[in-house]
């Protein structure tokens, strides 16, 4: 049973850095895209930054390309967002998300089975 869990969310000044970590388990090891995902208020879901379990590539969009860095800690097990240089229009919900693949990761929600319960991130001027 895959298990995602979002932790790190909080307020930030624009500029400052925060990062996101999610707690994932019970995936499989193979066709399988674990990714981050946001949600403004009024907005629809946003792909910000997708990772292929089997081989580590990372893809991100292209609002945070640059200012965000996704990670694997084999540790802890957990996937995390750094996020720098953090802009107003950063604030959002960000979900953790799972989702087998048979072709790559997609930036569309509808790929993704599982979510975590989100955390949120804001940023102020």
């Known amino acids: 049973q895959v298990q995602l869990r979002e932790s790190g969310g909080g307020s930030a000044q624009a500029g400052s850095s925060l990062k996101l970590s999610c707690a994932a388990s019970g995936y499989p090891r193979t066709n399988y895209c674990l990714a981050w995902f946001r949600q403004a208020p009024g907005k629809e879901r946003e792909g910000v930054a997708l990772f292929y379990v089997e081989s580590g590539s990372t893809s991100y969009g292209a609002s945070v390309k640059g200012r965000f860095d996704l990670s694997r800690d084999p540790v802890k097990k957990t996937l995390d967002l750094q996020m720098n240089s953090l802009k107003p229009e950063d604030t959002a919900m960000y979900y953790c998300?799972?989702?087998?693949?048979?072709?790559?990761?997609?930036?569309?929600?509808?790929?993704?089975?599982?979510w975590g319960q989100g955390t949120q991130v804001s940023v102020s001027s």
């Open positions: 998300a799972g989702g087998q693949t048979d072709y790559g990761c997609s930036y569309s929600p509808l790929e993704y089975r599982h």
